[in-house]
């Protein structure tokens, strides 16, 4: 390879060029005077290396020659000095870099040389296998030059869709985590879509003894009658989600009208101008904001008359007066006793003076959860000042209830400062919201001592959340929507999401917080883990009896198909037999009459049989009249009805 003109001055007569590489005609670079010096003062030092071998760790490759050993023909300075390569007058860096490439080609070259032999071996075995199996198949049928133009198409279909799929598989799994490529996704089955959301273990250990009737919770729901959905909301239970669900994500033949930039929707009953749904999104806070189970029961049948007589939404003044009414009615009624109203005045308040049912259902969670997100709420500005809180045909007085701030709100409260509030609505919301407070003289602590308070209050609360139609849990959203959709035969469209992170979620507090927490809310703690059990042996329950309504289904379709191949098979026989009627007649006649005669027989005999039940019915009612002389006359009569009977058939 003949050197640059730029670089010829520097290092002497050209140097004969290397067998085989590439000649190069442009300089790469103009050297300086000091370089090309260096470069010669070290040109017999890195010829003496090049003929001792390639650096420590560098082999020479599969296809490297062995480098020349004569003399260089260079200048005098460089006379006896041994002759090199070009790449030996570059650095021991990029000589090293050199050799590693031409080692990395080699290799490749081999590789591919090895993958290409192997693939023909494969191949060509693969050709005379397929061959042989040809010959035996269709030997008799075609040559064998035939065969073998057969079986080298086929061989090259089979290589085409073997390269297909592995560019297939390379596109759909590009790394090791494919699911395809697991065992695991052939033998495990189909995981349950209603499977436990909250983490916790599969099996359920019940700890409460609920009756039937406590699990078997099937209302028949007519939206085109008079029956009425009232949705109890309380503080961050996720209500707003399921409150949207029921307005939104139903399947219904009338589904409700929601408009761009309004909260509420209209819910018509189909064919009417009636509401099938009392909640935020349908008809507001017709009865307060975040009205409880008091005001609920005693407010949602007036306002439903007032509606349907005036034709209006009630003011919040007209809402006070019916609950002044419905007072004055509680108290000219006869039974004034507020013990005597928990379960009973609870299914009495379920139906209006119009006949309209109700059926109502709220949303729990866990207490320390609900707890701390309440407490996020009111940092950034909640007060919920215009709740009612109406009790007995009145709201509390300040005095029965003070407020737990100054100001116009409780924003930026530290969590300390809202757990030192003693009159803070948020301990115990739960079962503040789900019990009948007219037992326990509403807001007026001074009625009972603290602890009958709290005994009153939580059994109060664990009866009306037994006897509601339906209730959910936050922490489990798919079986929420299961058991709705099995109670009220309504059918959601999308399917509910689990959302385990949350505001409350991102709560860091110790053990010391957590137990203080709980011990604020001992009633609500206690009446989760009662509805918590209530709720998952409700979808136990309703998950067995789906399964056996599943089995009774197939067992019913096998017996159909059963009657129905015997049925094909008979009228197969009798087919058969008309047609050999013509070649055997008098074998056929006798058939028939044996076939008549048994037919007579058995209707006879089942006739005879129900007659003589019929009279052994009436001679028992009769020996009931009579007396025990008429029954052993009357029982020896029927035996020997039955015996006469048996013998007339015979």
Request: proline share 6%; net charge positive.
């Amino acid at each position: 390879m003949a050197l640059p003109a730029c670089a010829a001055p520097a290092l002497g007569p050209p140097l004969q060029p290397e067998r085989g590489a590439p000649a190069r005609t442009t300089c790469p670079r103009r050297h300086s005077r000091g370089e090309a010096e260096l470069a010669v003062s070290r040109l017999g030092l890195v010829a003496a290396s090049v003929l001792e071998g390639p650096p420590r760790g560098v082999s020479r490759g599969f296809n490297s020659r062995p480098l020349p050993d004569e003399p260089l023909k260079a200048s005098s300075s460089l006379a006896g000095a041994p002759r090199a390569p070009l790449f030996a007058l570059l650095p021991r860096g990029r000589r090293r870099r050199m050799h590693d490439l031409r080692r990395r080609w080699d290799l490749g070259s081999l590789c591919r040389a090895l993958l290409t032999r192997g693939l023909a071996a494969l191949g060509h075995s693969l050709k005379h296998v397929l061959g042989a199996v040809f010959s035996k198949i269709f030997g008799p049928m075609a040559s064998v030059g035939n065969m073998d133009e057969k079986s080298n198409k086929l061989l090259l279909a089979l290589v085409m869709l073997f390269l297909f799929a592995v560019i297939v598989l390379q596109y759909v799994c590009p790394g090791t985590e494919c699911q395809l490529l697991r065992l695991q996704a052939f033998s495990s089955p189909v995981p349950d879509p209603y499977r436990s959301e909250d983490e916790s273990s599969a099996r359920f250990v019940p700890r409460y003894n609920f009756s039937r009737g406590d699990l078997l919770r099937k209302v028949d729901f007519d939206i085109k009658g008079d029956d009425l959905i009232v949705f109890l909301h309380i503080q961050k239970t996720g209500g707003t989600t399921f409150g949207r669900h029921l307005v939104r994500n139903i399947q219904l033949e009338q589904p409700c009208e929601c408009r761009v930039g309004q909260k509420k929707c209209t819910c018509h009953r189909p064919g009417k101008r009636e509401t099938w749904l009392f909640s935020r999104f349908s008809t507001g806070w017709s009865c307060g904001l975040h009205a409880d189970w008091t005001e609920l029961t005693s407010c949602v049948p007036a306002v439903v008359d007032g509606k349907r007589d005036a034709k209006l939404r009630p003011s919040r003044w007209r809402i006070f007066q019916i609950l002044e009414a419905a007072r004055k009615d509680i108290q000219g009624s006869p039974n004034t006793n507020p013990a005597t109203n928990s379960p009973s005045s609870t299914k009495a308040r379920n139906t209006s003076k119009s006949g309209k049912n109700f059926h109502y259902i709220t949303i729990l969670r866990d207490p320390v959860s609900r707890y701390l997100s309440e407490w996020r709420h009111v940092q950034r500005g909640a007060t919920w000042k215009a709740s009612l809180h109406v009790c007995d045909g009145r709201p509390p007085t300040s005095e029965e209830l003070p407020s737990c701030y100054t100001g116009d709100d409780w924003s930026g409260c530290p969590l300390k400062e809202f757990m030192d509030c003693p009159y803070n609505l948020a301990n115990n919301r739960q079962v503040r919201m789900l019990s009948d407070l007219t037992l326990v003289g509403c807001y007026n602590l001074t009625v009972m001592p603290e602890k009958q308070r709290n005994k009153v209050l939580l059994e109060s609360a664990k009866s009306n959340l037994k006897h509601m139609a339906f209730f959910g849990l936050t922490e489990f959203q798919r079986k929420t929507q299961y058991l709705f959709e099995k109670t009220f035969n309504m059918n959601f469209i999308s399917p509910f999401t689990q959302y385990n992170t949350t505001r409350a979620s991102s709560v860091e507090i110790n053990e010391e917080i957590q137990k203080r927490i709980e011990g604020l809310n001992f009633l609500d703690v206690e009446l989760y883990s009662y509805a918590k059990d209530l709720f998952l042996q409700r979808y136990q329950f309703m998950r067995q009896k789906e399964h056996q309504e599943a089995r009774r289904k197939r067992q019913e379709q096998r017996k159909f198909l059963k009657g129905k191949f015997l049925q094909t098979h008979f009228q197969s026989q009798s087919q058969g037999q008309s047609q050999n009627q013509s070649q055997n007649p008098h074998q056929n006649l006798t058939q028939n009459l044996i076939h008549n005669l048994t037919q007579s027989s058995s209707q006879n005999l089942s006739q005879n049989l129900s007659q003589n039940l019929s009279h052994k019915e009436n001679r028992e009612s009769q020996k009931q009249k009579s007396g025990p002389e008429q029954s052993d006359s009357t029982a020896s009569n029927g035996t020997k009805d039955y015996i006469g009977s048996v013998e007339k058939w015979r």
